[in-house]
């Protein structure tokens, strides 16, 4: 389970957490943390880091720790923290003659397919020349609220090493392991060292979030893990400030929480089944066993539509599952009941007669 000698592309993620030092960036640490990436470096590792800790930087920066609470506050602190947290990166890396570079990312680029796409090719292209990208949420530009979009970086994490075919992910964060409950509550909590299954019952032993600046918590750590798995990826949750902890990882030591993958699903599935809805189609009964016999989608199951979406996004299928749409929720709105037959009289002969095509269907419990 821990043999990790095959693995070839690795994703770490490094929470605020980990990196802090009195609410600031600790640099003879991140000093230690590039030290330890050179050495997986060396060993013809391609690295990809996705860091938080813009905005700590930037609130010690301006000396305003306490009163970073509004979100137009954290978004400036993010902008000003950002390239001084990527400065820091730059200086760490240096001796070792490695390059860094900067990505910035918004849900929006998961949620669309051509910017997914997009994504994976610029890594590739980074990887390919040597570089290590250090990928971080755009903080100072997102319009959701920030630490809601991604969760503190971890699902963050798992969607780039969902999109990159990652072999590993490994978590650092301010805890050594998953816990069976909460030990800062409770003193007869236990470890547990390999996670087979994320079930109903180890996402709600999960606790609240985290600190001032860190939004994320052992939540959003699982949600990281149920992508993960999916790619065929294992997830290692480690204690970031252990000695070494990279190159203890690799070596297949037994530290922190294994979460081993499962059948992995192809990449549009993938795309399909973390992508965030753009609206909701509700279907009847019939419609509902249809697809879940495989067949296509047809406008005469549809019993209502929510939201404003164009034709190829991803929406909700009742509560169950989600699929790419042939139509956009206007001409959906023109067609649902009719029969398909109905279809090309109303929108055109060159139009699809189905909603959604089976391989464009995914349901929510794979």
């Not at 000695?243 to 037994?254: D, H, P, Q, S, Y």
């Not at 989600?322 to 009719?338: C, F, P, R």
Request: charged letters at 20%; one cysteine or more; proline letters at 2%.
């Amino acid at each position: 389970m821990r043999n990790f000698a095959d693995v070839k592309r690795i994703v770490i993620k490094i929470g605020t957490n980990t990196l802090a030092l009195k609410n600031n960036i600790d640099t003879e640490f991140v000093k230690d943390f590039a030290r330890q990436v050179n050495d997986l470096y060396t060993m013809g590792k391609q690295l990809v880091i996705v860091t938080s800790g813009a905005i700590g930087m930037g609130s010690g920066h301006l000396k305003i720790a306490k009163k970073v609470k509004k979100v137009s506050m954290q978004q400036a602190c993010a902008a000003i923290g950002q390239p001084l947290l990527m400065h820091e990166y730059h200086k760490a890396f240096a001796p070792y003659n490695i390059s860094v570079a900067q990505v910035l990312l918004t849900t929006d680029v998961f949620n669309h397919r051509t910017t997914s796409v997009n994504l994976k090719n610029s890594i590739e292209t980074l990887l390919h020349l040597g570089v290590i990208p250090i990928l971080n949420e755009n903080d100072s530009v997102s319009t959701e609220e920030i630490g809601t979009a991604f969760g503190d970086n971890d699902k963050l994490s798992a969607f780039v090493a969902s999109k990159i075919d990652a072999n590993l992910l490994i978590m650092l964060t301010d805890i050594d392991a998953l816990y069976d409950n909460n030990p800062k509550t409770h003193k007869d909590a236990q470890p547990i060292p390999v996670v087979y299954k994320i079930t109903k019952a180890l996402e709600q032993s999960a606790g609240g979030s985290g600190s001032l600046f860190s939004k994320g918590g052992m939540k959003t750590k699982l949600a990281a893990a149920k992508i993960i798995i999916t790619a065929g990826c294992r997830m290692v949750l480690v204690h970031g400030r252990e000695k070494n902890i990279l190159t203890r990882v690799l070596a297949g030591e037994e530290i922190g929480t294994l979460f081993l993958s499962r059948e992995r699903l192809s990449s549009r599935s993938r795309w399909i089944l973390h992508a965030e809805p753009a609206g909701v189609i509700t279907i009847d009964e019939g419609a509902m066993e249809a697809i879940k016999q495989s067949k296509s989608l047809l406008p005469k199951g549809i019993v209502n539509v929510e939201g404003v979406f164009k034709a190829g996004t991803v929406v909700m299928l009742n509560s169950i599952a989600k699929a790419v749409t042939n139509m956009s929720s206007d001409e959906l709105n023109l067609i649902s009941g009719k029969h398909s037959t109905e279809i090309r009289q109303l929108l055109g002969r060159e139009r699809r007669d189905v909603v959604a095509v089976p391989e464009d269907i995914i349901f929510l419990d794979m």
